[in-house]
């Protein structure tokens, strides 16, 4: 089974940073990779999918980047608001693994 | 209004069985690919398993033969009957629903919660 791998764990930015979240796949994936936040004690919610196409209604400062095995989440510049776990999940065939997930806080 | 809503959740003993249910409404069921993930308490998101539109089943190697997820189309609702449940099967068990295959997952329920002790 292909593994998604996240880098870093977690993270500590101030607001108006750009931070970037990594995400590898042991095997290519092509771009059927989907992003997800999850705020601290609410559903997840999907923000890219197609390694790089935003969602309809989530904030242009989110973007999303790669193909094959190494796949990249940008917040352009952080918001209070951004504080969240994000998750990289592969969207091929199953089982549809989850990276362990980004913790983001502000500084 | 596109809503998935999770039921049949609650505390059972090693060794039970269980079966949730995953209501939806403003879209088909049947027509879509529809999924279980789970998160343990503190910990990340997990994928269960997966029902294609076209019948086709995968599960997680985690809850394979043990977990069985189907659909009824009369009632619009996806389930996954857990059998054999063990105390690390204890999480938040949402329901969601990819779009088309390769789609991430654009709809989650709110969640049931599964505790077993």
């Known amino acids: 089974d292909i593994q998604m791998t996240q880098s870093p764990s977690s993270l500590s930015a101030s607001v108006g940073d750009r931070v970037t979240i990594t995400c590898r796949a042991s095997?290519?994936?092509?771009?059927?990779l989907a992003w997800y936040q999850q705020k601290p004690g609410k559903v997840p919610k999907l923000l890219i999918q197609?390694?790089?196409t935003l969602q309809s209604g989530v904030p242009s400062r989110f973007s999303g980047s790669g193909s094959g095995t190494d796949f990249t989440l940008t917040i352009s510049s952080l918001q209070p608001e951004d504080v969240a776990t994000y998750y990289c999940q592969k969207c091929d065939s199953a089982p549809r693994t989850f990276g362990q997930g980004t913790k983001v806080e502000i500084k | 209004e596109v809503q998935l809503v999770e039921s049949g959740g609650g505390l059972i003993q090693p060794g039970g069985s269980l079966r949730l249910s995953c209501a939806a409404s403003?879209?088909?069921?049947?027509?879509?690919?529809m999924s279980w993930v789970r998160q343990a308490p503190g910990k990340g998101l997990e994928w269960v398993s997966v029902?294609?539109?076209?019948?086709?089943?995968y599960y997680a190697d985690s809850v394979k033969g043990r977990f069985t997820i189907s659909r009824d189309n009369s009632k619009n609702t996806l389930y996954l009957q857990m059998n054999s449940l063990r105390a690390e099967d204890t999480a938040i068990y949402y329901c969601?629903?990819?779009?088309?295959?390769?789609?991430?997952?654009?709809?989650w329920g709110q969640g049931t919660t599964v505790t077993v002790s």
């Open positions: 403003g879209f088909t069921v049947s027509t879509n690919y």
């Open positions: 197609a390694a790089s």
């Open positions: 095997q290519g994936i092509r771009n059927y």
């Open positions: 969601a629903r990819y779009p088309k295959y390769d789609y991430g997952m654009d709809v």
């Open positions: 029902l294609y539109s076209g019948g086709s089943t």
